[in-house]
Every structure is written in C-alpha cells, then in structure tokens.
C-alpha cells in the first residue's frame, strides 16, 4: 500500500487515533469503557438512558417476538419556513401537481426526533411486511421488524430468505473463536453487521458508513441490537460515519475479517456481460488486495452475477500475490441467483 496516500487521505479526512473514536481502531484490545455516545439512544425512550434495558430469557424453542421492548413510532417534525420566509398575504398555497409513481425525495424529508439532535433521514420506514415476516417465518433470529430503513435499504440489505447460506458461507470461512475483530466496511443500516453480531458473538465489530443520514439510521439500530437479536450483544457495535478507505487505510492493527458491500451503482446493468465493482471511485478488487496485505486474514466481497470472478481475484493479486480463494452463489427463492460471496485468504 502506497503509505503516503494513506497519510494524505488521514490528513485530508482528519481521521487519526484520536478522533475516529472508534475503541477497536487499534485492535480491540485497546477497548475504552464508554466508547461512543450513540449508545444512549433516546429512541429506547420511556426508560431513562441510564437504567438498564431489560434481561430476558427464552428457551430454544420459545418464539420472543412478543417480549421485547415495541418499536417506537416516529415523531415526525415537518419542517417549516421560518417566520420571515413566510409572505405576508398568504394566498390559498398552490397545489403541487401529483407525481404519480415516484415521491419527491426532498419534499418528503422530514425531521426526526430521534437521538440527542433531530436527524433528517429522507423517508425513513421500516421494512416491508413480507420481509419482516419472512424473517420471522424462517426463523433467522434477526427482527427485521425492529430495524430503522430507508427506501432504498431493501435492495441492498441481507434478505432473509438469504440468511441461511450466508451463515453456511461466513462459518465456514470464519469459524467463531473469541477475540475476533470484524469490520463491515460498508454496513449501510447494518443486516449484515446484525448476522455478523449474531454469529460471532463476543467479536469487537466496527460497522462503517460513510453517508451521515444512513448512517444514523446505522446507529440507531445498532444501538437497539439486543431487540434485533433479541439478545444483548457484548460489546456493542461500534458504528463510525467515515470513509472506509480512509479508515482501513490508517487501521494499524490487524483484524480478522472486512466485509465489502458496495453500492452497485447506476453503471450495473442486470444484462450486461461484465461489470467491475469500484469503491470510492477505485476497482474494489485492488482495495481488497491492498486490506488484505495490510495484516487482515480474510476479506468478503458480495458481488453482482455479472462481476466476473477472475478479474475480481487478478485484481486482488496485484495487491496480495498469495491470495486465495473461495466463492459461493446466494440464490433467490424461487431460483437465479442473488449476488455471489467471494472469500479471500492471505
Ligand atoms: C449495498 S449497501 C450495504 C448494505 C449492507 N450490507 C446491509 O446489510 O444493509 C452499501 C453501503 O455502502 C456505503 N458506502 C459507499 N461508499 C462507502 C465508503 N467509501 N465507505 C463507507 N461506506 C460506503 C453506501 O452509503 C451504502 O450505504
């Protein structure tokens, strides 16, 4: 890895030790007791932040979904002109014309009083029935009931008809042992980092988001993943709102595994017969050649069918010459093929 890139990249983003406040940042070894603020979340409302959220226990058989805390409604805030923006004779307000298939993202944001300072999260809800019950029917042990969404997050999260293989998938790359250091590098509002939670339990996770409204999102349901899970995740998830090339670029310590799971992007066409996968405007095949040969043992890509696997892995070489590899195709439910998890090795 070119090092003064790295060194330009943490001057210009700021990111140092110090201010990522990230505890696992140096390994998690390096934990501080009271890492992030996010983990107070107001939106666990009714109890004060200090008392302790509720114990429970259940029997492998028992259904909880009827014990855990309810989700909180939203209290959405319209936003309104301020005073002096608002004409004096006001005339009857115009009607804007009906937009029949797609809402106007801006027009539908809406201010949510949801953590210490009121976010703007554009048309925030939650998943849509079929999928929370889906979850609920294949006995995933994710609530996909409980997790904060945005619109678009049902394309891009783990759905949980998919849940099953990539269990099969991650546990036989990774096989739980404590002291792991996971990272998803790109965890949007955080599916993945919840199986993560929940298949290796005890691992120091860092989910990165480098957009701030999905990552609030990101925050607030890793701030209530003991009702996703229904189980208390220890620790917490660490949640930091960054780049991941920036991050990965000055971690200093090693981790076990980094998860990549880019947008696709405008430029992927479900027809067409060959598409590269770029992060940050950079092939991701040569970022996960670089993390790798940056002391990480192994490194995910969840990539389109139409990624074509070999230049994936030519791409990671030029970074780690020995690398190796393992892919596996997550199929949809009825049949074709979802997206495909290549696994790579130092
Ligand atoms: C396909 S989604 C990931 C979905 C996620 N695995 C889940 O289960 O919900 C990709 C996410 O990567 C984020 N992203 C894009 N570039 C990034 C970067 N350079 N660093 C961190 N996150 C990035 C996007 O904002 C988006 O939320």
């Known amino acids: 890895m070119d090092t003064r890139n790295v060194y330009e990249i943490h001057r210009r983003e700021g990111i140092t030790k110090t201010t990522c406040l990230d505890p696992y940042f140096n390994g998690p070894q390096r934990q501080r007791s009271n890492p992030l603020p996010i983990i107070n979340d107001p939106i666990l409302s009714g109890r004060s932040a200090s008392s302790s959220p509720p114990t429970r226990s259940y029997k492998a058989t028992e259904r909880p979904w009827r014990n855990v805390l309810p989700v909180p409604e939203f209290k959405p805030v319209q936003e309104r002109p301020a005073q002096s923006e608002v004409p004096a004779k006001s005339k009857k307000p115009r009607r804007k014309p009906k937009t029949k298939n797609k809402p106007d993202a801006t027009s539908s944001a809406v201010a949510y009083a949801v953590g210490p300072h009121a976010v703007s999260v554009s048309r925030p809800q939650r998943f849509p029935l079929w999928v929370r019950a889906a979850g609920h029917e294949l006995s995933t042990d994710i609530r996909y009931d409980q997790f904060v969404t945005t619109a678009e997050s049902i394309y891009s999260s783990l759905l949980p008809y998919q849940v099953r293989s990539v269990r099969e998938f991650f546990g036989e790359a990774l096989p739980a042992r404590p002291g792991l250091h996971i990272i998803d590098a790109t965890a949007h509002i955080g599916c993945d980092t919840s199986n993560f939670a929940w298949m290796y339990p005890g691992a120091a996770i860092t989910a990165i988001e480098v957009d701030p409204v999905v990552a609030e999102a990101l925050k607030q349901n890793m701030a209530r ?42 430029g992927w066409k479900k027809d067409s017969a060959s598409f590269t996968l770029e992060l940050g405007g950079r092939p991701l095949g040569e970022i996960a050649g670089e993390t790798l040969a940056h002391d990480v043992l192994l490194v995910v890509v969840k990539a389109p069918e139409n990624v074509i696997v070999d230049d994936l892995v030519a791409a990671v070489r030029r970074g780690c010459p020995s690398a190796t590899y393992v892919a596996r195709d997550i199929l949809k439910p009825k049949n074709g093929l979802a997206y495909r998890l290549i696994a790579f090795h130092r």
């Open 225 to 266: 993943l003991h009702n996703i899970l229904s189980k208390r995740v220890s620790p917490p998830v660490c949640v930091v709102n960054t780049d991941c090339l920036a991050y990965l670029g000055a971690l200093t310590s090693p981790a076990d595994l980094v998860y990549f799971d880019p947008p696709w992007g405008s």
